[in-house]
């Protein structure tokens, strides 16, 4: 896990996790964009 924040004092997070397959990591992701005060879930490449 990593962050920061900026100037705007929004919290910047990067979170590494591992999943089963790419279903598991759709559920995963909607799960987290349903999380109050999230802005954007995206897959990172690497």
Known sequence: MNG???H????DIHV???VRNLAHLDKLMDAVKNVPDIY???RANG
């Open 4 to 6: 920061r924040v900026d």
């Open 8 to 11: 705007d004092k929004m919290a």
């Open 16 to 18: 590494t996790v591992g």
């Open 40 to 42: 954007e879930v995206k």
